[in-house]
């Protein structure tokens, strides 16, 4: 039980915080980059053209069938054979996640979009509204509050699976960890448990606040 | 560029692999639904302390990611002397991931039926075994199927991280390859394929049985 020290070490607890901070950072560029290219996305599934929408529907079935680990592997080593295009890991990750968050939050806002009554639209237009006007500020509103619990879940996702950055070789919270366990192996043989539990709620605290925001949400426009 | 003839060499590694992934999957994601079914029947039940641990099980699994969940089972728990093979270690964090969401997708099911539909039960002489068996459980089945083949892509998926604790699985298979004779682009491709083999029947199963069930919104 003593090896618990190895956390309360100098260095040791901000040193995972500076990695918690990549981790957190890679999730945040990702989310934050998704909200458009979900948006543009969604609005291109609800186009009627069969060429786009053959298009968005290889491209949403091939992005929810091949796991994480393994777009990110296609696009890590993948894209540097194909394209010559030498991405570095950091830039592989956000790459993935935008395009899987950018798929799953497209699928989102078309079946918000699609879900809103066509008399919505025909109200609007019978009250004067310009069709800007309409979208701005009678269909967005509540598409919005159809999509955004499960778009907190889907970033909630997003956050977790950045913990396969590692794996490429990110330096971020994992990598810090195994570097931290690695340094104090002979004065604290049992540090493997203490500091991969304390990663275990480090991402806990990251993704529980959205998880409740999320049901939060979930409960408050239940039937928006 | 793209050579043939080390994917007809390298196929049977893939296959292995494939296999590997498929066996952790499958023990992973029993051990998943028998951790969700208790669960469910625990919250819906409302057994006091009991319930309590699994709303504490339910938020830190759903809430941390599985690559943490197998490093503390791989690495972590033999410091307390719990010493488990990697096999074991990848199906109980499979277990331990996917027990929440079956969790919550079986809980879910249960409390779409309406409590009028057990009373009518009782007042039509069923004793509570009955009504549960021929009145609630086919229709609360039938809410939560959907979401249980979503979890069950979901598991296969995940299942991927498990080449991680060095566990020969399809991906392993593809880094390995990758590494050793730079062969990007055939294993990339064997990849892809394996998991398109794996996924997409399991993918149409679902949304067949999906249809099969949807009885109660008829």
């Known amino acids: 039980m003593q090896s618990a020290e190895i956390l309360l070490q100098p260095g040791v607890f901000p040193r995972l915080l500076q990695g918690l901070w990549v981790t957190v950072w890679i999730a945040g560029v990702s989310v934050g980059a998704s909200v458009p290219v979900g948006l543009l996305v969604g609005w291109l599934m609800t186009l009627r053209n069969p060429i786009v929408r053959a298009v968005m529907r290889v491209y949403l079935d091939f992005i929810r069938i091949m796991p994480q680990l393994a777009l990110l592997f296609l696009a890590y080593y993948g894209f540097a054979r194909w394209f010559n295009w030498n991405l570095d890991a950091t830039g592989a990750c956000v790459l993935v996640f935008v395009l899987w968050g950018g798929a799953e939050l497209g699928d989102l806002v078309r079946g918000a979009l699609t879900s809103i009554p066509k008399a919505q639209y025909e109200s609007a237009y019978v009250l004067g509204l310009g069709p800007w006007q309409t979208f701005a500020r009678v269909i967005l509103p509540q598409a919005v509050r159809r999509m955004l619990p499960a778009s907190v879940n889907l970033a909630t996702r997003i956050v977790k699976t950045t913990s396969l950055a590692v794996l490429l070789g990110v330096v971020e919270v994992i990598k810090v960890g195994q570097q931290i366990i690695d340094v104090n192996r002979f004065q604290y043989p049992d540090g493997t448990l203490w500091v991969y539990g304390a990663i275990f709620f480090m991402y806990f605290i990251v993704c529980w606040p959205l998880s409740i925001v999320a049901r939060r949400l979930e409960k408050r426009w239940a039937n928006g | ?218």
């Not at chain 2, 952790?24 to 009991?50: E, H, K, M, N, Q």
């Open chain 2, 1 to 218: 560029m793209f050579d043939w003839t080390f994917v007809e060499r390298y196929a049977p590694f893939f296959v292995s692999g494939t296999l590997m992934t498929l066996f952790i999957s499958v023990f992973g994601i029993l051990l998943a639904l028998a951790v969700g079914l208790v669960c469910a029947g625990v919250d819906t039940a409302r057994i006091p302390v009991a319930r309590q641990i699994v709303r504490v099980y339910i938020e830190l699994s759903r809430n941390t990611p599985l690559l943490v969940q197998l490093y503390f089972l791989y690495f972590g728990l033999p410091k307390l002397g719990i010493v488990w093979s990697a096999e074991t270690c990848a199906i109980v964090g499979l277990g331990f991931l996917g027990g929440s969401y079956m969790s919550e997708a079986i809980r879910g099911g249960l409390e779409a039926v309406p409590d009028v539909q057990r009373e009518t039960a009782y007042v039509l002489g069923l004793s509570s075994m009955q009504s549960l068996s021929r009145v609630v459980l086919p229709q609360a089945v039938s809410t939560a199927v959907p979401g249980v083949v979503a979890n069950v892509i979901f598991l296969i998926k995940e299942s991927s991280v498990v080449s991680a604790i060095a566990l020969a699985d399809v991906m392993y298979m593809a880094k390995d390859l990758i590494g050793m004779y730079y062969s990007t682009y055939e294993s990339l491709f064997m990849l892809v394929v394996a998991y398109l083999v794996i996924l997409l029947p399991v993918s149409l199963f679902g949304t067949w049985l999906e249809r099969r069930f949807d009885y109660a919104k008829r």
